[in-house]
């Protein structure tokens, strides 16, 4: 929680907008939490889109249900059990999987939890995830991962430059590896030459014939 509580990123994502319902209504303060309200007033049971930070706390206090928002819903998890891979996540939520998180949170404290929620969100990160690790060691060319990294989310991304930096990383250190070898192979045969010279000299010494005189 205090490492999140000075992350930009999660910052951002408590301030995506999400609906709620109102339980009891507002008295004058209408026009300030729903720019688009006509009166101060709000009757219970209006719906309204407030940053997550806000629906949480409504639903804390029992004045609020959150809805789930659309690329949550029923429609979005057939299109992810058909083909999760292939889904823009970006321009649906950027903080996709925190904003679930949240979401999942402040239903809970409503007590309007969707009990299929939180593990289709764990199944649509699985799947990608995979996706994620294979394409980043083999993608090629620049063309084709920008326009990977433009369907993920926030975090998808993040896990994506990891993955495709521990490939690079590990290639150049492959590379260097074999250079290494090699280098390390030519001075055993330099070695092992010079090693055979010296026992050729030696044997040349022993059996070569006295000179005259001696």
Same mark, same amino acid.
């Given at each position: 929680?205090?490492?999140?509580?000075?992350?930009?990123?999660?910052?951002?994502?408590?301030?995506?907008? #999400?609906r709620v319902r109102l339980e009891h209504g507002c008295t @004058?303060?209408?026009s300030v939490i729903?720019?688009?309200?006509?009166? !101060? =007033?709000?009757?219970p049971g209006s719906t309204l889109d407030v940053p997550l930070w806000l629906a949480s706390s409504l639903a804390q206090r029992g004045m609020a249900r959150v809805e789930l928002?659309?690329?949550?819903?029923?429609?979005?998890?057939?299109?992810?059990?058909?083909?999760?891979?292939?889904?823009?996540?970006? #321009?649906?939520?950027?903080?996709?999987?925190?904003?679930? @998180?949240?979401?999942?949170?402040?239903?809970?404290?409503?007590?309007? !939890? =969707?009990?299929?929620?939180?593990?289709f969100v764990m199944a649509t990160f699985?799947?990608?995830?995979?996706?994620?690790?294979?394409r980043a060691t083999t993608i090629d060319n620049n063309v084709e991962a920008s326009a990977l990294q433009a369907r993920l989310s926030v975090e998808e991304l993040s896990l994506f430059m990891a993955a495709?930096?521990?490939?690079?990383?590990?290639?150049?250190?492959?590379?260097g590896g074999e250079?290494?070898?090699?280098?390390?192979?030519?001075?055993a045969s330099m070695k092992r030459k010079w090693s055979e010279n010296q026992e050729n000299r030696g044997m040349n010494t022993l059996t070569a014939p006295p000179r005259s005189g001696q």
């Amino acid at each position: 929680m205090a490492q999140s509580y000075y992350s930009p990123l999660a910052i951002s994502a408590e301030e995506t907008l #999400v609906r709620v319902r109102l339980e009891h209504g507002c008295t @004058g303060v209408g026009s300030v939490i729903d720019p688009s309200a006509d009166g !101060a =007033d709000l009757a219970p049971g209006s719906t309204l889109d407030v940053p997550l930070w806000l629906a949480s706390s409504l639903a804390q206090r029992g004045m609020a249900r959150v809805e789930l928002p659309v690329y949550y819903g029923n429609k979005m998890r057939r299109k992810m059990r058909a083909g999760a891979g292939c889904e823009d996540l970006r #321009v649906r939520c950027p903080h996709y999987y925190t904003v679930a @998180g949240g979401l999942h949170a402040a239903m809970l404290a409503g007590r309007t !939890a =969707d009990e299929g929620f939180p593990e289709f969100v764990m199944a649509t990160f699985r799947t990608r995830y995979k996706e994620l690790l294979c394409r980043a060691t083999t993608i090629d060319n620049n063309v084709e991962a920008s326009a990977l990294q433009a369907r993920l989310s926030v975090e998808e991304l993040s896990l994506f430059m990891a993955a495709a930096d521990a490939a690079s990383r590990h290639e150049a250190w492959r590379a260097g590896g074999e250079a290494s070898q090699s280098r390390l192979a030519r001075s055993a045969s330099m070695k092992r030459k010079w090693s055979e010279n010296q026992e050729n000299r030696g044997m040349n010494t022993l059996t070569a014939p006295p000179r005259s005189g001696q």
